[in-house]
């Protein structure tokens, strides 16, 4: 059984909310600025259920180790290749600035790290083999994450 990006995303969210509690060691951020973390987080959820809503509607796989049925380039994917992780990241981020103390900070970037190392690597070349040059076109159009 293969460990998804979720439960990536879930380990690090409950991380980072411990750890602000149990080593409150600066706060860098707040109130009321730390607000502007409700907003991150909001864009984050959004970002994901419309991503998702997308591959549903496409009937493709979400789980980044299977091979893809279908190329989504629409919605979110114009500006993301990666929009769902991008969700994950800030909502990671949201949280880090709705805390406001520095080591929270650290969990979004662990994730983009894991991401960047553990799954967007073989999804970009399921991708390549299954869509060739279709798929390199939309690597020249879409950034990575933003």
């Known amino acids: 059984m293969k460990i998804m990006p979720t439960t990536y995303f879930m380990v690090l969210l409950i991380l980072a909310i411990v750890v602000h509690?149990?080593?409150?060691?600066?706060k860098i951020i707040i109130f009321p600025w730390n607000i502007i973390?409700?907003?991150?987080?909001?864009?984050?959820?959004?970002?994901?259920?419309?991503?998702?809503q997308i591959?549903?509607?496409?009937?493709?796989?979400?789980?980044?180790?299977?091979?893809?049925?279908?190329?989504?380039?629409?919605?979110?994917?114009?500006?993301?290749?990666h929009p769902m992780y991008l969700g994950m990241a800030a909502i990671l981020l949201g949280t880090a600035v709705?805390?406001?103390?520095?080591?929270?900070f650290i969990?979004?970037?662990?994730?983009?790290?894991?991401?960047?190392?553990i799954f967007i690597p073989t999804?970009?070349?399921?991708?390549?083999?299954?869509f060739g040059e279709k798929y390199k076109e939309y690597k020249n159009k879409a950034r990575r994450w933003i």
């Open 55 to 81: 591959f549903k509607k496409g009937n493709t796989t979400v789980k980044p180790h299977l091979m893809p049925d279908l190329l989504v380039t629409s919605g979110p994917f114009c500006i993301s290749r």
């Open 21 to 26: 509690f149990a080593l409150p060691i600066i």
């Open 37 to 52: 973390g409700i907003l991150l987080i909001l864009f984050g959820i959004i970002l994901n259920l419309w991503a998702d």
């Open 98 to 104: 709705l805390l406001g103390s520095i080591i929270t």
């Open 123 to 130: 999804e970009e070349r399921n991708l390549g083999k299954q």
């Open 107 to 117: 969990f979004p970037v662990i994730f983009i790290i894991l991401m960047e190392a």
